[in-house]
């Protein structure tokens, strides 16, 4: 039943935006096909690069689709579609990729492929329009050196923009969903940028062999599958690296980033300190309102020590209820002024109630703090020192942030 659909269930503003977007895309599928001029020739270029597209589609199939936000490299076919025909086929070609993605690589809820079909096309099809009003037969390569520069120059200049209309469009909704998130964490850092950056071009240069004969994409087949692994590759890399729950370093990456910094610190005589942080009495929370209002927790706590954080520090849930915390540069004072700090942004953090009425109580931490100094070698005994000061914060009544000594205890 209609009334049953998930997309109820969502806050009424991400509802709300949800559907208009949805609405803007299929009335925009409307009416590029009333102004499209049919032409057999289109339709079989729009058949080739579908084609190429759900090729691409089966090569991840067996690795699959991490859940959430996701990278693809299908814009190295759309883009070509975008340039080279009317809008009604780009704003309609990611509709057949992801219907294809959802029935052969990962289900996922309906509305949310739905919606990012209507915002992956209508990012296409103002693409299109942008590229038909600046070159008047988008179909017909230039034949001289200067055109063609200033084709390619067009094409680079209308696929950027389709990079900003997508990452607007997602972007918003993403932030409704979640106010917390940041614009850089969408964009995927620096191996994200090369990403699109690559993908850019590719789609570029299959729309430039397509413009030459279509028969010509059978050699760009094998560039946009390589494309598409490396995209999926690096988000499968991404996650591993990533606590599901909170979203900081896993405690494997943690420790990895937090050996190599150390590293450089014992090399150059750089102070550098480490803190360990528990929550108190946390399965308590989880027996009393629940994991789902654990889990809760664990991401707000996560939040408030990514935004509590300089953004060269270090932070991983190094497992259950206890998180870990490398500050470069950070003496003994400093590193306490720090963990006090975080306790006190982390005494606020109120636990999901059960009912409206119901009061919220606060969660409390203890805080373990060690620093580098003689004695201490490696990260393992920097580790084994701030576990023991953590527990005596706790054994002192908890809720408090306790200095290692100088020796390992």
Not at 106 to 129: E, I, Q
Not at 214 to 229: D, E, F, H, K, Y
Not at 267 to 280: C, E, F, G, Q, Y
Not at 356 to 382: K, M, N, Q, R, Y
Request: glycine residues 8%.
């Amino acid at each position: 039943m209609i009334q049953n659909w998930p997309v109820w269930a969502l806050p009424v503003r991400l509802r709300s935006y949800v559907l208009a977007v949805t609405a803007a895309g299929a009335a925009g599928v409307g009416v590029a096909a009333a102004l499209t001029h049919w032409r057999l020739s289109d339709v079989l270029l729009y058949g080739f690069l579908l084609a190429f597209g759900a090729v691409t589609v089966e090569t991840i199939r067996r690795a699959g689709e991490p859940a959430g936000s996701h990278r693809d490299a299908h814009g190295v076919w759309e883009l070509a579609t975008a340039v080279l025909l009317p809008p009604f086929f780009a704003l309609t070609a990611p509709v057949f990729v992801l219907a294809l993605t959802q029935w052969r690589v990962r289900r996922t809820l309906a509305y949310r492929r739905v919606f990012s079909a209507a915002a992956v096309g209508l990012s296409y099809g103002a693409t299109s329009m942008a590229f038909h009003a600046a070159w008047r037969r988008p179909g017909l390569l230039p034949a001289s050196a200067p055109k063609l520069a200033l084709w390619v120059a067009l094409a680079l200049g209308c696929g950027a923009l389709r990079f900003a209309v997508n990452y607007a469009l997602m972007f918003t909704a993403v932030r409704l969903d979640d106010p917390a998130v940041k614009l850089r964490d969408m964009l995927g850092g620096r191996e994200g940028l090369y990403n699109d950056a690559a993908e850019l071009c590719m789609g570029v240069l299959v729309a430039f062999a397509a413009g030459v004969a279509a028969v010509t994409l059978v050699v760009a087949l094998p560039c946009g599958i390589l494309l598409q692994r490396s995209a999926s590759h690096a988000q499968l890399l991404r996650a591993s690296r990533t606590d599901a729950k909170t979203g900081l370093l896993s405690a494997v990456a943690w420790q990895r980033e937090a050996t190599v910094q150390l590293s450089r610190a014992i090399r150059t005589r750089s102070p550098v300190a480490v803190a360990m942080v528990d929550i108190d009495h946390f399965k308590q929370v989880n027996d009393t309102y629940g994991h789902l209002a654990g889990d809760a927790v664990l991401a707000s706590v996560a939040a408030a020590l990514t935004g509590g954080l300089r953004e060269y520090d270090l932070a991983g849930r190094f497992g259950g209820e206890e998180f870990s915390l490398l500050l470069p540069d950070t003496d003994a004072d400093e590193a306490m002024r720090v963990a006090e700090r975080l306790r006190v942004i982390l005494s606020q953090i109120a636990i999901p109630a059960q009912s409206a009425d119901a009061p919220e109580p606060h969660i409390t931490v203890s805080i373990g703090v060690a620093v580098l100094v003689p004695g201490l070698s490696d990260l393992t005994e920097l580790l084994a020192a701030a576990d023991t000061a953590l527990y005596r914060a706790k054994r002192a009544g908890r809720n408090l942030v306790r200095l290692a000594g100088a020796a390992p205890v």
